[in-house]
């Protein structure tokens, strides 16, 4: 029955293509524009690890003395100052946990053969690579050993092995990281995220970096963060070892802990850490305040997705409405003009309900077309957006989910057109189109 009912559908498309078009055009203008802006906040709103995203954390310190306030919503600083990062990071929990900052080099091979270019950089510990599960296609972290001895080892991205050693293990050769030499130890495979997770301070949606060095040699080499920095009382920083010693906030640091025995005793450690350095002569407060946030949680906690992205999403949900009520009108227009065809199919034995499931089907026929013909649509306007801004290149894209939503949405909107005309014309009565024959 239900290929006899897509039978008369197509049949019925044929004998109005007009008007059966503009219904597709209409479901396709629709999904397209919703789909377009829904992909977009998908991927942005989408969790970033998933395995792990509860078993990664942030800490938040409240270092500033009574009377001082931070521009957050909980008066936290977003980041740590660099002698907290380290007192944490040395502290005896044996859990991974990594300080980082973001700077920057320009690389080069020391030879007129290849130019040098500026790339961004990551100054990390080893576990860093553990905590985010980054996957090597060479290589490996630098060890311990070159860590606490600060050798000056980097692990490159794949991207930078491709420019400068056509791709082949280049573990073991040597850069030059501005004027310094460091020796490769790994090559990461490409890093695809939506959201730069571990540094949302210094632009959520940026490309990771493609170079990654010991934490420890930013201070041997005085390295500048090339992101944020902020402080909350005065203090002269006449060098770095001024802004190592100060409180400004400029370093991230991530923590990974795997039970809740393990958050317990981490979070017990933050306030008694905090209540050494009050006897020390900091966090002058009266009530200490620390924060443990998770990737989700920190990620709502920076509102990475805008109260302006729901908007728009609301917005052409909102456009979708007005398609579906257009095509409702077009298919009050379409049914009704057959009624005297339904009043003898009726007059011959057909029931009310196999009239009202014939004509469901044909809406669904239409809207199934307008979907697919409204993935099309979503994928120029999703390069449209690529093409005008390079910011959205990793989130201006359809995953699988949501090719399979946006049929599945056109489905429902043509449905819910579709009830009332379908209704309407199963309910005809035959005598009156009996007698008009």
């Keep these: 029955m239900f290929l006899h009912y897509i039978d008369l559908s197509w049949r019925s498309i044929k004998r109005t293509p007009v008007i059966s078009f503009l219904m597709v055009f209409a479901i396709a203008i629709g999904i397209g524009l919703t789909m377009t802006s829904l992909s977009v906040y998908h991927m942005m709103s989408m969790d970033p690890i998933p395995h792990k995203s509860g078993a990664i954390f942030y800490p938040q310190l409240n270092i500033m003395d009574d009377g001082n306030e931070w521009h957050s919503s909980d008066n936290l600083p977003y980041q740590l100052t660099y002698q907290d990062a380290v007192n944490l990071y040395n502290a005896d929990i044996p859990v991974p946990k990594s300080p980082s900052f973001r700077s920057g080099f320009s690389v080069h091979l020391n030879s007129p053969d290849v130019k040098p270019t500026m790339e961004p950089a990551r100054l990390v510990n080893r576990e860093f ?93 005085e390295v500048t963060t090339w992101g944020n920095l902020n402080g909350w009382k005065h203090e002269a920083l006449k060098n770095y070892q001024d802004l190592m010693q100060s409180e400004h906030v400029w370093l991230q640091f991530w923590v990974q802990l795997n039970t809740e025995e393990e958050k317990q005793q981490f979070a017990n450690f933050l306030m ?147 009830l009332y005309p379908a209704w309407l014309v199963c309910r005809t009565q035959p005598a009156i189109y009996l007698k008009s024959q």
């Excluded at 860590?147 to 930078?160: A, G």
């Excluded at 989700?296 to 398609?323: H, Q």
């Design 129 to 221: 690579f553990t905590i985010f599960d980054r996957p090597f296609i060479y290589g490996a972290p630098w060890s311990l050993n070159s860590q606490d001895t600060h050798e000056y080892v980097v692990v490159i991205s794949e991207k930078i092995n491709n420019r400068l050693f056509a791709g082949k293990d280049s573990v073991g050769q040597h850069i030059y990281l501005d004027n310094n030499s460091y020796r490769i130890v790994g090559v990461t495979a490409n890093w695809e995220h939506h959201v730069k997770y571990y540094d949302v301070n210094n632009g959520a949606f940026n490309s990771s970096e493609q170079l990654y060095i010991p934490f420890g040699i930013g201070a041997l080499e």
């Design 272 to 418: 008694t850490y905090m209540e050494d350095q009050r006897e020390k002569g900091r966090f002058n407060r009266e009530a200490l305040e620390y924060k443990l946030r998770n990737v989700t949680e920190w990620l709502e906690y920076n509102s990475v997705v805008s109260e302006d992205n729901r908007i728009l999403v609301g917005l052409s949900f909102m456009f979708l409405l007005v398609c579906v009520s257009n095509i409702l009108g077009l298919l009050l227009a379409k049914f009704l003009k057959r009624a005297p065809e339904v009043g003898v199919r009726r007059a011959l034995g057909a029931s009310k309900r196999h009239i009202f499931a014939q004509h469901i089907v044909e809406v669904s026929v239409i809207g199934l077309a307008g979907g697919l013909l409204g993935i099309v649509i979503a994928q120029i306007g999703l390069w449209g957006i690529r093409v005008t801004n390079s910011y959205y290149d990793d989130l201006a894209t359809m995953d699988v989910s949501m090719l399979l939503a946006a049929p599945l949405i056109a489905l429902v909107a043509s449905f819910l057109a579709g």
